[in-house]
């Protein structure tokens, strides 16, 4: 079976590096880069770049018909929907309607369709059945099944569960699918150690000797 870890590395345009586990495919696709003041976070220049993306597991759709451009100018309308969708729903406002018509729109295309894989040779790893998808898989599936998710993830259970990070100046999204559902920051590498450095540093501050 596919790999359902989903997260990516994302690169910071003024140096360093981090994963960030969105939670959700369709999540970690809208941290792809973004419009305005997220444009410098841009990945996806090119439509080489979005076949790159989707060809990355956990969805590890490897395309036989090239991405158009088209697609490209397709998969930014959805991302940005998926990203303001998920920042309304994290904040408890009602969903713009722009968005739901975008995900309802890339949803209403026909999605990748998985296929078992027949192997001549027992896959050496436990439980060795793979999967794939049927050929031709094209962006605008892929496309589709990222929307699908999306619509999922809004209207099941874990819709409470989107949430921003917790760091006032950090924007990054996701789904808290953990037990405890006590996830709190974008990651703990970044946000989380900023902010127990920062807690820390404000109590020396008060202490009366100074620290
Ligand atoms: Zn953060």
């Not at 976070?41 to 770049?49: C, K, M, N, V």
């Not at 590890?60 to 920042?87: C, F, G, N, S, Y």
């Not at 729903?89 to 894989?117: F, G, K």
């Not at 790893?125 to 999967?131: E, K």
Request: a neutral charge.
């Amino acid at each position: 079976m596919r790999a359902s870890t989903t997260g990516r590395m994302l690169h910071d345009p003024k140096g360093g590096s981090f994963w960030f586990d969105a939670g959700a495919v369709c999540l970690d696709f809208a941290h792809t880069g973004g419009e305005g003041r997220y444009a410098v976070f841009e990945t996806l220049h090119e439509p080489a770049d979005l076949g790159e993306w989707l060809a990355e597991p956990p969805l590890a759709a490897v395309m036989t018909v090239p991405v158009t451009a088209r697609e490209l100018i397709a998969a930014k309308a959805l991302r940005q929907a998926i990203w303001d969708a998920a920042h309304a729903q994290a904040a408890r406002r009602p969903l713009p309607a722009e968005a739901v018509a975008t995900i309802n729109r890339a949803a209403a295309e026909a999605p990748l369709v998985p296929e078992l894989i027949h192997e001549l040779v027992p896959a050496p790893v436990v439980g060795g059945t793979t999967a794939g998808w049927v050929s031709p898989v094209r962006a605008t599936q892929a496309l589709s099944t990222l929307a699908r998710e999306m619509i999922e993830l809004l209207s099941g259970p874990l819709s409470e569960r989107i949430r921003e990070c917790a760091s006032d100046d950090c924007p990054l999204v996701f789904v808290d699918s953990s037990r405890p559902g006590a996830r709190r920051w974008c990651a703990m590498e970044r946000c989380g150690n900023r902010h127990k450095l920062r807690a820390h540093r404000a109590r020396r501050a008060t202490e009366p000797d100074g620290g």
